[in-house]
């Protein structure tokens, strides 16, 4: 076991992936000699060389393209976006190419990229640097899209993406990037992608939730928890497959229901949620199912912490629905 | 233009009968050096402001401000600017109040966007002035649509816009030149060649030894500038100006220049590269290159230094007191301008946070990482 942060267990999984398997390549840019703008590719470029770490040209679409290409040809790549802001440029290529090669060569091609981009706010970066744009990938089929919230799942779900076959869009929560350390096994490990995670069992409300707002929601769980009341906290992990057994399980048990994130919520993924439990499971609820999110406005810079789900607002949401 | 041509009073210690170079008068080379100063004055003070935990961030452009006030002093009130974040000096050349700048980077109440932006990334249609992006390379194409529409206007406009030598590889750029070429867009295109995209070379970022050559496979002139001397930078983007009015099209100048400083306040330059390269490229800074000229002319001298340093001190000092001392924007602004009239779900969104949350003390714990 090593204390370490969810940034240095992706530099970690990185590593100890690069050293496995020759065919994985980083690319992006600053994540040579600079080792990442947050450091998450530190050590790559001295350790596996400027051949399998890159520091590419300024163009996200010409960074996931050649990926793609990469990838085609025999590569593992793992292209680095350094925001999820910047994301963008290179949609086309995510959306038209790399999520449907398989499926428009029936197999013939695949492009099992790894897009690793840290995402959210809680950072001061204003408009540019605190998007959570995960909901665009999660309406593109083809893509997988995994969102760790610790540093355990980090190193694991990361390890799972690169040895996938497909496509992986692979958010870090950048708020918590060095936020806490956590107990993390020296040896060999992956965390599938798929499962969800029952992080704190409870019998009267569910919340989902991932990436950084796990800890907001453990906040409001808390502090509920003071009123007697035992909240159940899903970390679903990878939001793409999703795990819906996990979800219905949980509402079925506490008949409550409130997603967690922090992009507007207007069509944001907690939508997804919300319609899937209202499919599979609306005669178990007691209470209407409350979106708990980021607001229908570019994201602000001053007043984020206005804009952001926070604790306060969690739990306002865990009393409406309990007192329904 | 300048906010301080108004101290360009004729030096009595100046050659009279001396021509001085590219038709300019004592007072525009004046205002030229000033401009300059307040330029690195500005920058200097902000990154202090940001390294003492007063601002959330901050991005220089140390050792670009010949490439700034050249190509800026060349332009009418007219003329539009799209740039990219490290020009403060052209937005205070253009007239951007240095109040209105520095409630930006405080974020304030009396910030014209109310904090919606983040530092150094200002704003202002009065001054033509783009506001401005963090992602690179999008305005280029942009300052393309803005030059086509003055030219089907029949107005007589140019539009000069800024990016990087990374701002070259990214898409918008080409198809930014390759539109200007096609519609023979009245458009300048300000290449300042820094020599980094944070930390990667420009050798890292194109196999292109002279950037200005990449203006030939579009059809388009292309000019390498010393981007250290602001006369050439001035003289070049006159001629630029000139081909533009001309129905000549658009230029690419390539200022070569280097940034003497961090990408940001998030950077860590000597991760990269060494003291000696950077201390080699000081050894040609614009400012002193102007300076010296400015002497032989007879125009320069300590005192006068001294005095526009200290006027320019004061008034930055004034700035940051007055920015400083306001509170921050109330939080029914955070919903305002998103659309031209309010959609009621986020008017309903406005009044549950109002509702529920105006008892809570919310802070900002956050804090900017790059």
Known sequence: MAEMTLLQAINTALHEEMARDEDVVVLGEDVGVNGGVFRATEGLYQKFGAERVMDTPLSESGIIGSAIGMAVYGLKPVPEIQFADFIYPAFDQIVSELAKMRYRSGGDFTSPVVVRTPYGGGIRGGHYHSQSPEAYFCHTPGLQVVIPSNPYDAKGLLKSAIRGEDPVIFMEPKKIYRAFKQDVPQEDYVIPIGPANVVRSGTDVSVFCYGSMVQVAEKAANKASEDGYQVEIVDLRTLYPLDIQTILNSVKKTGRAIVVYEAPKTCGYGAEIAATIAENAIEYLEAPIIRVAGLDTPFPYTLEYVYMPHPARVYRAIQDVLNF | ???????????????????????????????????????????????????????????????????????????????????????????????????????????????????????????????????????????????????????????????????????????????????????????????????????????????????????????????????????AVYRATKEAMQRAKVGEGPTLLELKTYRAGPHSSSDDPTRYRSKEETEKWLKRDPILLFQKELESLGIWTEAYEADVKASIQNKISEAIKVAESLPQPPWESLFEGVYSNDPQALMAQKEDILTHESGLELTNEGEFPL
């Open chain 2, 1 to 231: 233009m300048s906010i301080t041509q108004d101290q360009g009073k004729m030096s009595t210690t100046a050659k009279q009968h001396q021509k001085l170079p590219e038709g300019l008068t004592e007072s525009q080379l004046k205002a030229i050096y000033e401009a300059m100063l307040l330029t690195r004055e500005y920058d200097d003070r902000c990154l202090k402001l940001q390294r003492q935990g007063r601002i959330g961030f901050y991005a220089g452009s140390f050792g670009e401000e010949a490439c700034q006030i050249g190509t800026a002093f060349a332009l009418r009130e007219q003329d539009w600017i799209f740039p990219s974040y490290r020009q403060p000096g052209v937005a205070l050349l253009r007239g951007v109040p240095l109040q209105s700048m520095m409630n930006n980077l405080f974020g304030n109440s009396a910030d014209v966007v109310e904090g919606k932006q983040m530092p150094v990334h200002y704003t202002s249609r009065e001054h033509h002035f783009l506001s401005i992006s963090s992602v690179i390379g999008t305005q280029v194409i942009q300052a393309v649509g803005c030059a086509m529409a003055a030219k089907i206007k029949k107005d007589e406009a140019v539009v000069l816009t800024y990016f990087g030598d990374g701002g070259t590889s990214s898409n918008d750029f080409h198809s930014g030149m390759n539109f200007a070429a096609t519609f023979k867009a009245p458009c300048i295109f300000a290449l300042v060649n820094n020599q980094y995209a944070i930390s990667v070379p420009v050798s890292k970022q194109t196999s292109v030894e002279c950037l200005a050559d990449k203006a030939k496979a579009y059809g388009m002139t292309g000019i390498q500038v010393d981007g250290n001397d602001v006369l």
